[in-house]
């Protein structure tokens, strides 16, 4: 047999393949996890977008498992909610915002046999009052512990609705199940997260009451985390992650089809149902810093967190590598 | 003699005690952060407050396990007693009569490999949320290990005992009555015990679908909250019900298959 028939090709292929491998090996590998909402898809396109790095995108189905991903040391990179940052510093986790990514994504809607106009709380107020007197419960759903949780009980807070006393919470945990809980009455109110607020529009089992933004915590939901011992190890690969999230966030807020795309593919949901939901989202790769606190405080006050966290909310809030990657201040930034 | 039988009384704790000193060992040297891997020691802590309320470190649980574990137990005991009926008469039906074999279980095959947890869409369709899905799900789980053991319970039923019971004038039904039902209950007893593991393992996954209490229901919010020590303290509920479930159907079978005793290998324990 003649070994060098196969030696030498296999010699030429390595020694082609060697300068590609060397190339790969000099740039710093991030492996970065991602929820699989609305939100949170455009993540999957930090990979294109990055340069002096190379990102391994990983999709979670849920922020906490991220979250539970990132404080175990499997992956680098983290996009969560301020939410789960709040609990995981109450947690007493490593864990660092670098980057914020998109906000906005709550919608609140009612049943379709309730006579209220949109953006009328008063009329909501009058009949969640009515439904007391009558002895009746009414019911207002969430995902408990998600952005769209925290951002109806401020707007209820702020308009004077004690969710404890005027109304009757069910967590339904999985958004997914909202649309089946509206259409069957079971429900009379629910804050959801796109695009499944807008699935459950076109499927009018539901209608459009209003954004639950006009309170303490504004919109914000989307928070990149990582950990203080990936900074010091590693500080110019999460720049270029940070860089990759700030280029994605310009991309989709310049080109909407563009993000109408990425949900689509990565949610597999129609482009009609992703088209509507772009609308309530809003890219933007900020850290607010007083929202942040705010957002601790009613997790304190709502006890889903055992702690005051304001301290490490704020100290945690690494603006580095959002100014090299902006090149503006972090008074700029949210600070 | 005494003391080595006391020796011998002590070996089924040998393994559990080293597993959880490792354990307890091994979150406190700080390998991993404490919150990561709570140590059993604060499981035990948290698994107390959810139980009678010692500190309210559960938060909106403390106190509540009684209420949590009556809601689990009653979705598990409705599901599991669906399937047991369900179950059995049409186990007995399938292994009995070649008619019903034929046009019943190739569905019923067909739609067993489907994991319980994708039938939570048709679930919340069909029942709405709440405890009806939940308990269909655990009826999911339970219902295919009994179907399965009841007809191989019944088509191993030996056929001379079916001869001599036809010969002495024996009908069709009190052939299956007296004979074939009790030959298969060994069997029966085998997918009992397995489907009430089953249901149980189903409560973690049913309790997602929009219910407001119960182990699982708790575990899931936990883990949302990153509450690992009462995430593993459902774990552990579940698995002690799910135990305590499983005494209870060897203390009926032992009752029911009475004449099995000291007639097989181990049958007098």
Request: charged share 20%; aromatic share 8%.
């Amino acid at each position: 047999m003649d070994v060098k028939r196969f030696v030498l090709p296999i010699l030429a292929l390595l020694a082609l393949a060697l300068p590609t491998l060397s190339l790969a090996e000099d740039a710093p590998k991030i492996k970065l996890g991602y929820a699989k909402c609305a939100h949170c898809t455009p993540m999957s396109l930090t990979p294109q977008f990055a340069e002096g790095v190379t990102i391994d995108a990983v999709g979670f189905n849920t922020g906490t498992d991220a979250l539970t991903a990132l404080v175990s040391k499997n992956i680098d990179v983290a996009q969560v909610t301020y939410l789960h940052y709040a609990i995981a510093l109450d947690k007493g986790f490593d864990v660092v915002a670098i980057s914020g990514q998109v906000n906005g994504g709550s919608a609140i809607l009612l049943g379709n046999d309730l006579e209220i106009a949109p953006g009328d709380w008063g009329a909501l107020k009058a009949l969640i009052a009515k439904y007391k007197a009558d002895g009746k419960p009414f019911r207002v759903a969430a995902s408990r512990g998600n952005a769209q949780d925290i951002h109806m009980r401020g707007a209820f807070a702020k308009q004077g609705i004690d969710i404890n006393k005027d109304v009757q919470f069910i967590n339904i945990p999985n958004p997914s199940d909202h649309l089946q809980a509206l259409r069957r009455g079971e429900v009379e109110l629910i804050c959801t997260v796109e695009p499944f607020a807008t699935q459950i529009m076109q499927a009018k089992a539901a209608k459009f009451f209003g954004f639950p933004y006009d309170q303490a915590a504004g919109k914000l939901t989307n928070l990149i985390l990582t950990r203080s011992d990936v900074i010091a190890s590693n500080p110019k690969a999460l720049e270029g992650v940070v860089r990759a999230v700030v280029k994605v966030d310009a991309h989709i807020a310049a080109d909407k089809p563009a993000l109408i795309e990425v949900i689509s593919k990565v949610t597999g949901l129609d482009k009609a149902i992703a088209t509507g939901a772009v609308e309530n989202l809003d890219p933007d790769p900020k850290m607010y810093r007083a929202s942040a606190l705010a957002i601790a405080t009613m997790m304190r006050d709502l006890k889903y967190i055992n702690s005051d966290v304001s301290a490490a909310v704020e100290k945690n809030l690494d603006y580095r590598f959002l100014e090299a990657a902006t090149g503006k201040p972090k008074t700029e930034l949210g600070y | 003699m005494m003391a080595l039988a006391q020796l011998r009384k002590l070996d089924r704790y040998i393994v559990p005690v080293l597993v959880l000193a490792g354990w307890e060992a091994f979150s406190r040297s700080g390998a991993l952060p404490a919150a990561l891997l709570p140590a059993p020691s604060t499981v035990v802590w948290a698994w107390a407050d959810w139980l009678v309320g010692t500190d309210g470190n559960t938060q909106t649980y403390s106190g509540h396990w009684l209420a949590d574990m009556l809601a689990s137990l009653s979705r598990v005991a409705a599901g599991f007693a669906i399937a047991t009926l369900l179950g059995v008469s049409i186990g007995v039906a399938i292994g009995w009569s070649r008619k019903i074999e034929v046009v019943i279980e190739p569905t019923l095959q067909m739609i067993r490999p489907i994991p319980p947890v994708s039938w939570i869409p048709l679930a919340i369709i069909w029942f709405g949320i709440a405890n009806k899905p939940a308990i269909f799900l655990v009826f999911l789980g339970a219902f295919f290990p009994i179907l399965l053991n009841t007809i191989h319970g019944v088509k191993t039923c030996d056929r001379n005992l079916i001869r001599a019971g036809a010969m002495v004038g024996g009908s069709e039904r009190k052939l299956l009555r007296y004979i074939v039902v009790p030959a298969a209950m060994p069997s029966i007893f085998a997918g009992l015990r397995i489907g009430i593991g089953s249901a149980w393992m189903l409560t973690v996954t049913a309790e997602m679908v929009a219910v407001k209490s119960g182990l699982g229901y708790v575990l899931w919010d936990s883990y949302y909250f990153l509450r690992y020590d009462l995430v593993l303290a459902a774990m552990a509920s579940i698995g002690l019900l799910g135990f305590c479930s499983d005494l209870a159907i060897r203390f009926v079978m032992a009752r029911v298959l009475h004449w099995q005793r000291n007639t097989t290998l181990r049958g007098g324990e």
